[in-house]
């Protein structure tokens, strides 16, 4: 079965590299061309049709290589409606509803053969929801084909996972018809990678949507013990299409916007937006997809609880992600994202979740407690829970859940800003996590005759994992700003930042988090020798005061800052005199001490005798070119 299944991947990824530029090559001819709209990404006319290259690709090994199979007939048959709908949309613009009639038609052909195949017949609640799952994941990747590469891409992922997990469990058809899906995407994606020289399609999105859908359908997943990773492995290869279109159809209703209205607001948008480019946005849901699609293969593959617990933490992390994103505005206005503050790189739950983030809040630290619970017995039976333990956590946890959530209540946890997250936030997760646990420890000493086997070791795996948990939820926010930030490549004006020290990363930071600024640091300059050749997020520090002019010439600075409060006036003079040799703007950032003595008084303010001791610039000022 392996040599059938390798020559349909090798036969389909053949036929598209040959397909596809035939098929670029005749839409040019015909004028069959996507050009630039103020809706779209793309900036030059491209060619359109690339899913007939997918398709054809796809059908050709399928009906040449696979044996009869009623089911796979009708579940090919739905795929060609689907297909022959896509065509009809890039021909001529097919009316959304009429557009779902005709998928939920498609979608009932290939359960129709599911309930043909079955011995068992399927129930009504079964078969809406299938339905309901081909057709959102259709469209689901019908929308995510917005940036060159993405859809292709993460299709090819999604089938290379579902080939491993089908052929794990002996699903030898879905692993075939993976294997050739993967083919046919990863030949078109040769020619479909940033630049793009041809699009899918609507004809290649559909078509594409449609069949993994029904592939995730068709797979039984009999190796998925856990009932939860039963439902979760689907869900985690179709990670990244399901959570663009969740993410999508939320920010857009939030807006008043119509759903089914292409625009500029994907999340592969916002990364751009922040600052990534294409193809690094791109290859960042890759590896999104990536890894989810390697925990689902975990799960089938080794014991399912603890790939289920990475699951759950991933599908947390996907939604911490989105959180982000939706702070990042990628057109219009303020009153275009419904008249709430506009925000730069930084991170605004309320953006999402608007008044609900207490609520949200309370629901995740629950998830979070079972998960760190739960976890806890996974460690410490490694994976195999005896039966009897496992029923002292099924009686305790609805115990200890209540109770940790008052308490974290108690220690205010639900009212900190999780923009900004420090020490002294941290210290109070680990007030309320150990008094959490100490109360619980006491709690279940004094029902001991109820928890016969109890085993105590889980209380102290409990309180690390549960502290980890809290920690870096709070944490995950600025993890993702500071790597996103990291990838980005800011344009605008390229500044060196004179003093590496508090002052120098308060700047620095300031240049990230506010993209209006239109600032891209490049380098620090310090007098101490310990700071030199270090870097400070990222930034290095190429040397002192002697080598700030050879330097700016050699990487085309644009501007100056200076970020030494604290050193006399005299030093300040010496430092912006040699700054100034340069010929480039020069701002001179005063210390926090002095701020504090700016007063206001009625409509003008004045300045305390205290402030701005140092003569030589003002506050915020450029200094003039010699």
């Not at 030059?44 to 049709?49: A, D, E, G, Q, V």
């Not at 308060?506 to 030199?532: I, S, T, W």
Request: aromatic residues 12%; proline residues 4%; positive net charge.
């Amino acid at each position: 079965m392996w040599n059938t299944i390798a020559t349909g991947a090798s036969c389909s990824l053949l036929l598209s590299l040959t397909l596809t530029p035939v098929v670029r090559w005749a839409s040019k001819r015909l004028g069959y061309v996507a050009y630039p709209r103020q809706d779209r990404w793309h900036q030059k006319p491209t060619s359109l049709f690339g899913g007939v290259g997918i398709f054809v690709a796809f059908l050709v090994p399928f009906a040449m290589l696979y044996g009869y199979d009623r089911s796979l007939l009708f579940l090919m048959a739905g795929a060609t409606v689907m297909f022959g709908l896509g065509v009809i949309d890039d021909l001529y613009r097919v009316q959304p509803y009429t557009k779902l009639v005709v998928q939920i038609v498609a979608a009932g052909i290939a359960t129709f053969g599911s309930f043909v195949a079955s011995s068992q017949g399927l129930s009504l609640a079964v078969i809406a929801l299938t339905i309901f799952w081909l057709v959102a994941l259709t469209n689901a990747f019908n929308l995510l084909d917005n940036m060159d590469g993405l859809s292709a891409g993460t299709a090819c992922i999604a089938s290379f996972f579902l080939l491993l997990i089908a052929f794990s469990i002996g699903n030898y058809s879905v692993a075939f018809l993976a294997a050739i899906l993967c083919g046919a995407t990863l030949g078109f994606l040769f020619y479909n990678f940033n630049p793009a020289t041809i699009f899918m399609g609507d004809s290649g999105s559909m078509f594409v949507g449609f069949m993994l859908a029904s592939l995730t359908v068709k797979s039984n997943w009999e190796g998925a013990t856990s009932l939860a990773l039963t439902a979760l492995t689907p869900v985690l290869v179709l990670a990244v299409p399901i959570f663009d279109t969740t993410f999508v159809t939320l920010v857009r209703w939030m807006n008043g916007r119509s759903i089914s209205i292409g625009g500029r607001d994907h999340t592969s948008h916002r990364l751009v937006a922040f600052g990534l480019s294409e193809r690094k946005a791109v290859l960042l849901f890759y590896l999104i997809s990536a890894v989810c699609g390697a925990i689902a293969f975990l799960g089938v593959w080794y014991n399912a609880l603890l790939p289920a617990l990475l699951g759950t933490l991933m599908v947390i992390g996907i939604v911490y992600f989105g959180m982000f994103l939706s702070g990042i505005v990628t057109y219009g206005t303020e009153s275009e994202v419904g008249g709430r503050p506009v925000v730069d790189r930084g991170v605004v739950f309320e953006v999402f979740l608007m008044h609900k983030r207490k609520i949200f809040e309370v629901v995740l630290f629950a998830v979070l407690t079972c998960l760190a619970y739960l976890g806890s017995f996974v460690i410490r039976y490694d994976g195999d829970i005896p039966p009897d333990h496992f029923r002292e956590l099924a009686l305790s946890l609805p115990l200890l859940l209540p109770l940790k959530l008052v308490v974290f209540s108690y220690c205010q946890l639900y009212r900190g800003v999780w923009r900004y997250f420090g020490i002294h936030d941290l210290i109070a997760i680990l007030k309320a996590v150990t008094l959490s646990s100490a109360i619980a420890m006491a709690a279940l000493a004094a029902l001991m005759p109820v928890f016969h086997v109890f085993p105590l070791t889980v209380l102290v795996i409990d309180w690390m994992t549960l502290l980890l948990l809290l920690g870096g939820a709070r944490l995950l926010i600025h993890v993702i700003r500071e790597y996103l930030a990291g990838l980005s490549e800011v344009k605008g004006k390229r500044v060196v930042i004179v003093g590496a020290g508090d002052a120098g990363e308060l700047v620095l930071r300031e240049m990230r988090n506010n993209v209006r600024l239109g600032c891209a640091p490049v380098a620090f300059f310090d007098d101490d020798p310990e700071k030199q050749g270090r870097r400070i997020h990222g930034i290095p520090v190429l040397g002192g005061r002697d080598k700030i002019l050879e330097s700016v010439e050699r990487l085309a600075v644009d501007q100056i800052i200076i970020a030494i409060p604290s050193v006399s006036p005299e030093a300040q003079a010496k430092i912006i005199n040699i700054c100034q040799l340069s010929g480039l703007p020069v701002t001179l950032m005063p210390s926090l001490a002095d701020l504090f003595f700016k007063e206001l008084s009625g409509t003008s303010y004045r300045v305390s005798p205290r402030a701005f001791r140092t003569p030589m610039l003002k506050v915020g000022e450029e200094r003039a070119e010699p």
